[in-house]
C-alpha cells in the first residue's frame, strides 16, 4: 500500500515510521487503521535463500483486545440516504450486507484469531441515520457525533472492557473527511489517501467505542483520490455498492481483529490483516445476495504453506484460533454458540439523530411493525392487556436499577 507521499493513515507512507526510540512501529507510518487506494499488496519478502517461513511472521497477536462476539450498528451519515426512495435502499443494502456478513463464510476466517466462533457468530442489531453533520469533518468530529447519538440513545453505550459492540459509519456524497493530526483525507477534493479507516475512542463513561468510516467511493470520490486512471485497489468499473462493500470488509475485519490499533493483530512490517491482502477482490453468497468483498490475511494459511499462499476470503468451517492469541473463550464468545435466541428481537427499528439538535426520534411505522412482527400471529395487548402502560412500568423499573 506505499505510496511517495509521507501522510499517517491508511498505510500511505513509503518509510517505516520510528518510534522514540528509533525503531520501526508501522510501516505505513499511520496512526489508525485504514484502507490505502494502492492496489499493491503490502507483502513482506520473502529470503531468497535459507529455510521456507511464512511470509508474514511478523503478524502477531500483541495483547490488545479482540471482538470476540460481534454486535454491528450500522449508522447513515447526511441527506441522501434518506431525503429519496434510492438512499433507503442502498442503505438498507449495506445493512443487509454487514448482516449477511456475520452469517458468511468469511467469519470462519477471522475465527483463527478469535473475533468470532466462526459463521453466525456476530449479529446485525440496528442501523441509524443522522443528520445536520458537517460537510467537512474531522476524526474529533467523528467522536463528539457518536457522543451525542450514545447520549441520546441511538446507538447504545459500549460495554466495560468491549469486545463486542462496532460501528460501521456510511458517508454520503455531501460529507468528506480531513485531520491533518492523523494524515486522513477522504473524498475530499484534492489530496485524497485513503478510501476508509477505523479507529477508536473513550466515551464519557470511559469505554472503548470502535468504528470504521466508509466515504461515498463515488466516481468523483475515486478521481479526486488519483485512481480514475486505474492502478487502485477500487475502480471506476465497479459499482458504488461493490467498492463500499469491498471497503467494508476490509475495515471490519481489521476492526474485530485489531480494534484498538496497534495492540490486537498486527506486524510492524504486514501493518493488519486487511492490509495484506489490500485490493484482492472476492465474493460471498449468503442466500439470494452475492456480496463483493475483500480476500484478508490467514495466518494459518501462511505457515501452512511456508508463504505460498495466504489471502482467502472463506473457509467451510472455522479455522482453528492461533496461539499465542487472546485468552480462552470469552463469556461473549460463549453467548455468541447461543445466537439462535436473539433473532426474533432483531432487527431493532431504525432510529434517527440530529447532530446539530442532539435529538433522537424513531419512525412510528416501523416500530409498529416491529412489535407486530415480534408477537405475530398474537398482538401485543394479548400478551400484556395493557401494553403501553406495561412498557412505562418496566422502565419506571429500570431506570430506579441504574
Known sequence: ???????????????????????????????????????????????????????????????????????????????????????????????????????SQYMNVLSQYGASNGAGGGLFIQASFVHNVASSISDTDIHNILQ??????????????????????????????????????????????????HFFFKTAKGNNCYYAVIPALDDACLKNTGCGGGGCSLNLSQTQEQRRTQVTSHEFAEMVTDPAFPTGWFGPSSDENGDICNGQSAFITVGANNWDVQAQYSKTDDIATNGASFCRATAPTPMAKLSPGPASITAAMASA????????????????????????????????????????????DNILGNFSATLRQFADILDKKK
Open 148 to 197: 451525542t447519538a450514545i447520549n441520546a440513545g441511538a446507538i447504545p453505550e459500549p460495554p466495560a472492557n468491549n469486545t463486542t459492540h462496532v460501528i460501521v459509519i456510511y458517508l454520503d456524497s455531501s460529507i468528506a473527511v480531513k485531520d491533518t493530526g492523523l494524515g486522513i483525507a477522504m473524498c475530499e477534493p484534492s489530496g485524497d489517501n485513503a478510501f476508509g479507516y
Open 337 to 380: 454458540q447461543h445466537m439462535g435466541n436473539y433473532k426474533p428481537f432483531l432487527t431493532l427499528p431504525t432510529v434517527f439523530h440530529d447532530a446539530k439538535t442532539k435529538q433522537t426520534t424513531w419512525d412510528n411505522h416501523e416500530v409498529e411493525r416491529y412489535m407486530h412482527r415480534f408477537f405475530f400471529p398474537l398482538h401485543q
Open 1 to 103: 500500500m506505499a505510496t511517495a507521499t509521507e501522510t499517517k493513515v491508511g498505510g500511505v507512507s513509503a518509510t517505516p515510521a520510528k518510534s522514540k526510540n528509533g525503531s520501526p512501529v508501522s510501516k505505513s507510518g499511520r496512526k489508525i487503521g485504514g484502507v490505502s487506494k494502492k492496489s499493491a499488496h503490502e507483502t513482506a519478502p520473502k529470503p531468497a535463500a535459507g529455510p521456507a517461513a511464512p511470509a508474514h511472521a511478523d503478524f502477531v497477536w500483541n495483547g490488545g483486545p479482540v471482538i470476540s462476539c460481534p454486535l454491528l450498528y450500522t449508522t447513515f451519515w447526511g441527506p441522501s440516504w434518506t431525503n429519496s426512495p434510492s438512499g433507503l435502499t442502498e442503505a438498507g443494502r449495506l445493512s443487509q450486507f454487514c448482516q449477511d456478513l456475520m452469517a
